[in-house]
T-cell receptor, first 114, second 113 residues
Framework: DQQVKQNSPSLSVQEGRISILNCDYT??????FLWYKKYPAEGPTFLIS?????DKNEDGRFTVFLNKSAKHLSLHIVPSQPGDSAVYFC?????????????FGTGTKLQVIP | ETGVTQSPTHLIKTRGQQVTLRCSSQ?????VSWYQQALGQGPQFIFQ???????GRGNFPPRFSGLQFPNYSSELNVNALELDDSALYLC????????????FGSGTRLTVV
């Protein structure tokens, strides 16, 4: 049962344009949603999060939008830069019997073309 | 401030053997979680330790076990290795999770032959 889904395995965007990465979830009990970026041979790096009671969170070039009724969130990167090329994981955090359990999607590989 | 460090970086083991992976948490973080990432998949939650006690576990068999030490460093032990255990094992530490996210190490690449 894949509770967090990233249906696009890859995405290519021109430098300077907007990158939009999408994520769907099925569990309405998630408390927070997070985005992580992963370069090859490195662990995931926390990028940005959003509480389930918010609908938008912005941090510099990165904005995450949450649509609870559609159980959908998206990460917008504007403007996209070649250094943004990485695998992006959507994750959802839930308090599960006294601990925070994080469920990850399968990732979207973003390529920003110079 | 140091990040999360994991050792070893790569490991090759034979089916049926046992393995121990190690993790040093980021300074000030009292919670550590272990994840298994198979090729082409997202990280899958194995278990979490808080103040030396396991306080959460994912869908992994008992041959996956762990320890957390007073300095909050941690070990992941896997007994009776199977070929499907070949994966990247990630350690993540936090001071509470939630919207603060987790700090991940670079992982240990385990290959079972």
């Amino acid at each position: 049962d894949q509770q967090v889904k990233q249906n696009s395995p890859s995405l290519s965007v021109q430098e300077g344009r907007i990158s939009i990465l999408n994520c769907d979830y099925t569990n309405s009990m998630f408390d927070y949603f997070l985005w992580y970026k992963k370069y090859p041979a490195e662990g995931p790096t926390f990028l940005i999060s959003i509480s389930s009671i918010k609908d938008k969170n912005e941090d510099g070039r990165f904005t995450v939008f949450l649509n609870k009724s559609a159980k959908h969130l998206s990460l917008h990167i504007v403007p996209s830069q070649p250094g943004d090329s990485a695998v992006y994981f959507c994750a959802a955090d839930q308090n599960s019997g006294g601990y925070q359990k994080v469920t990850f999607g399968t990732g979207t590989k973003l390529q920003v073309i110079p | 401030e140091t990040g999360v460090t994991q050792s070893p970086t790569h490991l090759i083991k034979t089916r049926g053997q046992q393995v121990t992976l190690r993790c040093s948490s980021q300074s000030g973080h009292n919670t550590v979680s272990w994840y298994q990432q198979a090729l082409g998949q997202g990280p899958q939650f194995i278990f979490q330790y808080y103040r030396e006690e396991e306080n959460g576990r994912g869908n992994f068999p008992p041959r996956f076990s762990g320890l957390q030490f007073p300095n909050y460093s941690s070990e992941l032990n896997v007994n009776a290795l199977e070929l499907d255990d070949s994966a990247l094992y990630l350690c993540a530490s936090s001071s509470g999770g939630g919207n603060y996210g987790y700090t991940f190490g670079s992982g240990t690449r385990l290959t079972v032959v």
